[in-house]
């Protein structure tokens, strides 16, 4: 069974570039995360979705970050203009949400290796 | 308090050692917690599901104590491929969201 996707796997770019990070979550998952990890402040959640709607992007840092989920098995982040403090490890999760279970197993992606220059 | 606090260590242990992290979190209405595994460079994964008072699974065992809302995590006859971070994660109980905060984690080595 496939598991998240995610691309690329690494990306570097320069400052003021527009960087757009892919992901496809496991099918049948309603809910996808997009987290961004560093070792100054560790993981943390950027937005979240639950049915392809955005239910929380409390976490993203400004308005440079966007994301979107057209459908079920695609999602985007985008960071547009880029910053050098931008760069870290962006990982994508699913899971799937049932009433019984509301907080059930996140699968991460390989994530994606970010160096803004 | 943070929401979830962890000793960074790392830790270092011989092989075939037992060691245990400890966890505590602040909200006392969780109900469900996880320990992830990350490896260096890699993404984390679910090591543990901890629903009730706790979870054994093999040379693992979670224990939860709610009165003093910690979480720990006992590894026993340790190897050296349970180097690694280990994350505890405790949902984040926010209007019908299913968010989970994770910890910064605890480094693991164990050596020969």
């Known amino acids: 069974d496939a598991g998240v996707i995610q691309s690329p796997r690494h990306e570097v770019t320069e400052m003021g570039q527009e960087v757009t990070l892919r992901c496809k979550p496991i099918s049948g998952h309603n809910s996808l995360f997009w987290y961004r990890q560093t070792m100054m402040r560790g993981l943390e959640l950027l937005i979240y979705?639950?049915?392809?709607?955005?239910?929380?992007d409390s976490g993203m840092p400004e308005d440079r970050f966007s994301a979107k989920m057209p459908n079920a098995s695609f999602s985007t982040l985008k960071i547009q203009p880029s910053e050098p403090r931008d760069s870290a490890v962006y990982f994508c999760?699913?899971?799937?949400?049932?009433?019984?279970?509301?907080?059930?197993?996140?699968?991460f992606g390989p994530g994606t290796r970010l160096t803004v220059l | 308090r943070k929401e979830v606090e962890q000793d960074p260590g790392p830790f270092n242990v011989p092989e075939g050692a037992t060691v245990a992290f400890n966890c505590t979190y602040s909200n006392s209405a969780s109900q469900s917690f996880f320990w992830y595994r990350q490896d260096c460079r890699k993404e984390p994964k679910l090591l543990m599901s901890?629903?009730?008072s706790g979870n054994e699974d093999g040379r693992f065992t979670a224990q939860l104590n709610r009165a003093s809302q910690y979480i720990s995590l006992l590894i026993r006859d340790s190897k050296l491929s349970d180097s690694a971070t280990y994350l505890c994660v405790v949902p984040r109980l926010t209007g019908g969201g299913n968010k989970l905060t994770f910890g910064t984690g605890t480094q693991l080595k164990v050596e020969l």
């Open positions: 901890v629903y009730s």
């Open positions: 999760a699913s899971s799937l949400r049932t009433s019984s279970r509301p907080y059930n197993e996140q699968f």
């Open positions: 979705f639950n049915n392809n709607v955005p239910i929380d």
